[in-house]
């Protein structure tokens, strides 16, 4: 509300335990270098950045300016951006295994449930991750959008 943009990225640097910090990244790691290796690294940088800003907006908006952090609205817009990249690109797939979608959205499904905060595992930044995925699904659209556009230019 005042201004403070730097908000709007800063919480994905924020983590709460060790345990938070490694499943994160661990995620990040493992879905955004195959994102890297497939789209190359021009994709990645702004992802990582659209898809913090939408997870930051979008979490505010559900909830309010309450603290939150985490990378985990990231790791979601990576996974958009790679569902999206791979269902209209199939021959360049990010290799992503299909239950990997489903389990992140069941994931995502039961954090919208309120079941986390029922049996007091913590609570999930829900928003986020909800933010983080429509982010990566918009930007992975508009990354096959623009490669198939410079594919065509190419061709004689």
Same mark, same amino acid.
């Given at each position: 509300?005042?201004?403070?943009?730097?908000?709007?990225?800063?919480?994905?640097?924020?983590?709460?335990?060790?345990?938070?910090?490694?499943?994160?990244?661990?995620?990040?790691?493992?879905?955004?270098?195959?994102?890297?290796?497939?789209?190359?690294?021009?994709? @990645?940088?702004? !992802? /990582?950045?659209?898809? =913090?800003?939408?997870?930051? %907006?979008? #979490?505010?908006?559900?909830?309010?300016?309450?603290?939150?952090?985490?990378?985990?609205?990231?790791?979601?817009?990576?996974?958009?951006?790679?569902?999206?990249?791979?269902?209209?690109?199939?021959?360049?797939?990010?290799?992503?295994?299909?239950?990997?979608?489903?389990?992140? @959205?069941?994931? !995502? /499904?039961?954090?919208? =449930?309120?079941?986390?905060? %029922?049996? #007091?595992?913590?609570?999930?930044?829900?928003?986020?991750?909800?933010?983080?995925?429509?982010?990566?699904?918009?930007?992975?659209?508009?990354?096959?959008?623009?490669?198939?556009?410079?594919?065509?230019?190419?061709?004689?």
């Amino acid at each position: 509300d005042s201004g403070q943009l730097w908000r709007l990225v800063t919480p994905m640097l924020l983590h709460f335990g060790w345990m938070h910090i490694v499943f994160n990244l661990l995620w990040v790691w493992e879905i955004g270098r195959k994102i890297e290796w497939t789209c190359g690294a021009r994709w @990645l940088l702004p !992802l /990582v950045l659209l898809s =913090s800003i939408s997870a930051s %907006l979008t #979490q505010y908006f559900m909830s309010g300016a309450n603290l939150f952090g985490g990378m985990s609205g990231v790791v979601f817009g990576l996974l958009g951006f790679a569902f999206v990249w791979s269902q209209l690109l199939p021959a360049r797939t990010i290799g992503l295994p299909r239950g990997i979608y489903i389990f992140m @959205l069941v994931f !995502l /499904v039961i954090g919208f =449930s309120g079941a986390f905060d %029922l049996l #007091q595992l913590g609570s999930l930044a829900n928003g986020a991750h909800l933010g983080g995925l429509i982010g990566g699904v918009a930007l992975g659209a508009l990354a096959v959008a623009f490669t198939k556009l410079s594919e065509r230019i190419r061709q004689p």
